[in-house]
């Protein structure tokens, strides 16, 4: 009997890939997402929205990101992190200019070289400072010179901060050696290569890419508040777009929380080169980001549940107190309420000050594979982008306003 349920054992974990404990925390991740799921009707429909936002307003833009870094650079025999290295001056304007890119990718891109021991904590705060997460598509849709000028001050207020930064602490500043953090997820097989992809996770991966081609289109129409489900006629009234976005989220969620290894970033070697394939890295590594922001959207989305107040609530204070509330809204993790910041501006609830101040502050999703793979200099650079916040907010409110 013993000999049959170890055999049985053995041939579902060749099928599945999944490996104890070093899937314990993923799959109780997504052991939760599923039990919240079944707990009612209120909650489902929050567990599938922040499912269906995770997927449609970062995942999309994060896997197209990643696609076209990691293509270029087999295709360029070029890798970004020793280059970033080699170009110490350079690294916060550049760490700024992808950090101004609207969404999050850019950013996370920055993140990763960080935690690979590339660039310095400078560049992590410059790129921080400047992005604003998929709140950019938003402000850029319905306000272009608001939008751009936005991406300028972001632009300028990082690559100042981060040189100001490395200036005080030096390049080596808090930096992690090259894959620490990642190296402890490390799975080999007994070649000394990554595991092989299971029958069931290469199903996955096909169905992976197939969807997220058209869910990307659907993530711009959703980024800009543009109604996309009028693009599929009489099934309109159904909300695929929302029900794309579920499964597409469940779809990463599963993935991440099966697989051997959380992502890829322990097989990158000193040259650049990696056992994984392109696809099998972007889809990994989108996963794994994908895995961390639904765990920050579900606990906004919790919070304000139980709570029973929102951000509206909080920014209706005295008015020279605005900014400082959406700086500290600016610290919450994900872009989830900093969109919700940007529409409040453009309704005219709140100041161009307050949005200003947002846009320094918040970290957007950017933030959630910082807290993963180094959580102290994500904590510190989110106090740091603080300062220029309060400068630059407070600053145009006395001026301006």
């Known amino acids: 009997m013993n ?9 579902a974990r060749e099928l599945t890939g999944f490996v104890w404990p070093a899937n314990a925390s993923r799959l109780f991740l997504l052991l939760v997402v599923l039990a919240l799921a079944c707990a009612g009707p209120e909650l489902r429909g929050l567990v599938f929205r922040s499912v269906s936002d995770a997927y449609l307003q970062v995942t999309v833009f994060v896997a197209g990101t990643l696609a ?9 025999r070029f890798d970004l992190g020793p280059a970033m290295a080699r170009a110490q001056k350079l690294q916060a304007p550049f760490a700024s200019f992808l950090g101004a890119l609207p969404g999050c990718g850019g950013a996370i891109v920055v ?6 021991g590339h660039v310095s904590f400078g560049s992590v705060v410059a790129v921080l400072i400047a992005t604003m997460g998929d709140a950019a598509f938003l402000l850029i849709a319905r306000e272009p010179m608001t939008g751009l000028m936005m991406m300028t001050i972001g632009f300028t207020v990082g690559t100042l901060s981060g040189w100001i930064v490395d200036a005080i602490h030096g390049q080596g500043f808090m930096r992690p050696s090259q894959r620490q953090g990642a ?6 097989d007994d070649t000394g290569a990554p595991p ?8 996955f991966s096909r169905i992976w890419i197939l969807l997220v081609v058209p869910a990307g289109i659907l993530g711009l129409f959703v980024a800009t508040q543009t109604d996309s489900d009028a693009f599929f006629g009489p099934l309109a009234e159904y909300q695929p777009t929302r029900w794309i976005g579920v499964t597409g989220g469940l779809l990463c969620l599963i993935m991440w929380a099966t697989s051997k290894n959380a992502n890829t970033h322990a097989y990158v070697a000193e040259d650049g080169s990696c056992n994984y394939p392109i696809s099998e890295r972007i889809i990994k590594d989108t996963n794994f980001v994908t895995g961390w922001v639904i765990l920050g959207f579900l606990t906004y989305e919790l919070g304000v549940y139980f709570s029973g107040s929102g951000i509206e609530t909080w920014l209706k204070v005295w008015a020279p107190f605005v900014p400082l509330v959406a700086i500290l809204v600016g610290f919450i993790p994900g872009c989830g309420p900093q969109i919700v910041v940007t529409s409040l501006y453009l309704a005219g609830a709140i100041p161009l000050s307050a949005q200003m101040a947002n846009a320094i502050s918040n970290d957007g999703d950017a933030l959630f594979p910082a807290i993963a793979m180094a959580p102290r200099a994500a904590l510190v650079a989110t106090l740091y982008s603080a300062i220029p916040a309060l400068i630059v907010g407070y600053g145009f409110y006395f001026l301006f306003e």
Do not use: C, H, S
Request: no cysteine; net charge positive; glycine share 2%.
């Open 183 to 188: 190296i402890a997820d490390k799975v080999f």
């Open 111 to 116: 993140i990763t070289q960080y935690t690979r």
């Open 3 to 11: 000999e049959l349920v170890l055999k049985v054992e053995r041939q």
């Open 196 to 203: 092989k992809p299971t029958p069931i996770y290469n199903m």
């Open 68 to 76: 076209l870094i990691y293509f270029l650079e087999a295709g360029l």
